[in-house]
T-cell receptor, first 112, second 117 residues
Framework: RKEVEQDPGPFNVPEGATVAFNCTYS??????FFWYRQDCRKEPKLLMS???SGNEDGRFTAQLNRASQYISLLIRDSKLSDSATYLC?????????????FGKGTLLTVNP | DTEVTQTPKHLVMGMTNKKSLKCEQH?????MYWYKQKAKKPPELMFV???????INESVPSRFSPECPNSSLLNLHLHALQPEDSALYLC????????????????FGPGTRLTVL
């Protein structure tokens, strides 16, 4: 099982659609989980940390299921500006807590 | 100030050149990172500095040499690089302080796009 595995995508959706990204991780000792977005030829930007109780920030909702080692990101009412690559990121606890492992990313294109 | 800055934005160098990449943050973060990113791939960790000490070296070739002069600055010295080292080099920082729940939320600089001829 890969350390962090994401939907390969790409996703093409119309404006206003709801889109969900899924991610699984292999290290059951992982403690920190994040979603980053990366625009073409730009740096990754932290979108949300993912907490055990789930968390919401406007149109974005993140969920964590530790038993299934599964993380999700839901985007409601998608906008053209949401077009980007979404990276699922997990820390590798057990070694150094500073080491984050990135999924390969899922490309989202929101169409007018 | 909530940003990580990197210079230069672009760098073209020959295989015999020596150059340095610079990174700066003024968020009081105690951990700083270098990543390498190739097109259509996720970032790959190269080095981690924690409290100004090198804590992780991901078996990076010695032609890459990191340096942390102080808690705000991180350099990456480059020497005798190969064309396959061409990539986007990203610096990041995180609070890195135990007890801070956001201690490993990493914030990235805009990167240096490096081309080795």
């Amino acid at each position: 099982r890969k350390e962090v595995e994401q939907d390969p995508g790409p996703f093409n959706v119309p404006e206003g659609a709801t889109v969900a990204f899924n991610c699984t991780y292999s290290n059951s000792a992982s403690q920190s989980f994040f979603w980053y977005r990366q625009d073409c030829r730009k740096e990754p930007k932290l979108l949300m940390s993912v907490y055990s109780s789930g968390n919401e920030d406007g149109r974005f909702t993140a969920q964590l299921n530790r038993a299934s080692q599964y993380i999700s990101l839901l985007i409601r009412d998608s906008k053209l500006s949401d077009s980007a690559t979404y990276l699922c990121v997990v820390n590798q606890s057990g070694g150094s807590n500073y080491k984050l492992t990135f999924g390969k990313g899922t490309l989202l294109t929101v169409n007018p | 100030d909530t940003e990580v800055t990197q210079t230069p934005k672009h760098l073209v160098m020959g295989m015999t050149n020596k150059k340095s990449l610079k990174c700066e943050q003024h968020m009081g973060h105690r951990a700083m990172y270098w990543y390498k990113q190739k097109a259509k791939k996720p970032p790959e960790l190269m080095f981690v500095y924690s409290y100004e000490k090198l804590s992780i070296n991901e078996s990076v070739p010695s032609r890459f040499s990191p340096e942390c002069p102080n808690s705000s600055l991180l350099n990456l010295h480059l020497h005798a690089l190969q064309p396959e080292d061409s990539a986007l080099y990203l610096c990041a920082s995180s609070p890195g302080a135990w007890g801070d729940p956001s201690y490993n939320e990493q914030f990235f600089g805009p990167g240096t796009r490096l081309t080795v001829l």
